[in-house]
């Protein structure tokens, strides 16, 4: 099992310019999440989906999209990035909800000059 | 606004001694706490969990300590091992079914051998 994983792990952006922060786990798991860490701040959630095909917004989700269009995969898009999206993102997957143990990625750094 | 406030920002402990972690939150409607770890260039990884309706919980070396009445939670990690040399955050939810958790900052642990 490789749990969750995220790609690219590191990524340089310009102002401006889009991409999409892919996440894909193994384990079944029906809710998946996106957060970003930023120095000083604990991690802060972006976008989640309690299952396939349905999404919902955290506390941060502006300047971000989210789609599940496969259960197993969960996309973070920035359409025109900006940078104070500078940040570490990382995605996680529970099996039934955030008070029950959520497994993480190992994190994408993006840097948005 | 920060919910959840880890007011130590790092703790240095010897090898053998107990380490303790405290959390202090202000939302009174906060009902679980979670405490993941994090090593550097890794995502967090679950530790120890909470209910409100406890004040205690135990799992191995680790142990949390809830006193709603002060909002206040600790971790207590007896006895400390360099590998538990880590960043520790706290984080907490209002109800089940809300998929919004409320990390702290996090305090950065430091085992001397």
């Known amino acids: 099992n490789a749990g969750v994983t995220q790609t690219p792990k590191f990524r340089v952006l310009k102002t401006g310019q889009s991409m999409t922060l892919l996440c894909a786990q193994d384990?079944?798991?029906?809710?998946m999440y996106w957060y970003r860490q930023d120095p000083g701040m604990g991690l802060r959630l972006i976008h989640y989906s309690v299952g396939e095909g349905t999404t919902a917004k955290g506390e941060v989700p502006d300047g971000y999209n989210v789609s599940r269009l496969k259960k197993q995969n969960f996309l973070l898009g920035l359409e025109s990035a900006a940078p104070s999206q500078t940040s570490v993102y990382f995605c996680?997957?529970?099996?039934?909800?955030?008070?029950?143990?959520?497994?993480f990625g190992p994190g994408t750094r993006l840097t948005v000059t | 606004d920060q919910q959840v406030k880890q007011n130590s920002p790092s703790l240095s402990v010897q090898e053998g001694r107990i380490s303790i972690l405290n959390c202090d939150y202000t939302?009174?409607?906060?009902?679980?706490f979670l405490w993941y770890k994090k090593y550097p260039a890794e995502g967090p990884t679950f530790l120890i969990s909470?209910?409100?309706?406890?004040d205690k919980n135990e799992d191995g070396r680790f142990t949390v300590f809830l006193n709603k009445s002060a909002k206040h939670l600790s971790l207590h990690i007896v006895p400390s091992q360099p590998g538990d040399s880590a960043v520790y955050f706290c984080a907490a939810i209002t109800n089940f079914g809300n998929e919004k958790l409320t990390f702290g900052t996090g305090t950065r642990l430091t085992i001397i051998p």
């Open positions: 909470i209910s409100s309706i406890k």
């Open positions: 996680a997957s529970t099996k039934g909800g955030v008070q029950n143990e959520q497994y």
């Open positions: 384990m079944n798991h029906e809710y």
């Open positions: 939302n009174s409607m906060f009902d679980y």
